[in-house]
C-alpha cells in the first residue's frame, strides 16, 4: 500500500489544473507545468482536491503511483512558491558572474568555463562567490544546480571548488612528515 500515493494533493487559490488524455497541466502565478503520466494510474481533481489512482496492484502500478503523485505535488508547490537552489563558491581567486544567457565560472582552470542557462530559471549571483537558481520545475532546478558543481567538485583536501550552500564538505589530512 502507497502511503504517498493515497494522500490527496490540496489545490490552493490561483492554480488551476488540468487532465485530459493522460496529460497534466498545472497553471499558476509562477509559471505553467505539463507532466504526461502513465496509463497505469489515473489522475482525478475533485473541488479543490487532486487524487492519484491505480488502476490495479501490479508491481508496475504500485511503483509509478506514489511517482505520479508526488510528481503532481512538486509542479503544484512549484507554480505556486517555486523552488529555489543556492550555490557557493569557495576557493582563492575563485569567482562567477553572469553575462546574458551565461553564467561564466573562474574556479582555477587556464580558461574561464561558460554555463548557458535554461531560459525557464532564473539565475542570480547576489555576490560573487554565490549563486542562486530559481524556478518553477523542480528537476530543472535540481538539475542546472548539480551540472554546475560537477564543473569543479569540492575536493577533500582544501575544501575549494563549487558546492551547495550548507553542505558539510569532509576535510581529509594530508601527507604529514614521520620520524
Known sequence: MSRIGNK??????????GVADGKITVEGPKGKLDFTHRPEVAVIVEDNTVVVKREDDSRTARELHGLTRALV??????????FERRLEIVGVGYLCNIQGDTLQLRVGFANELHQTIPKELTVTCPDQTHIVVQGCDKQQVTQFAAEVRSLRK???YKGKG???QGEHVKIKPGKSATK
Open 154 to 156: 569540492p575536493e577533500p
Open 73 to 82: 505535488n512538486n509542479m503544484v508547490e512549484g507554480v505556486t512558491k517555486g
Open 8 to 17: 490527496p494533493i490540496e489545490v490552493p487559490g490561483g492554480v488551476t489544473i
Open 162 to 164: 563549487i558546492r551547495y
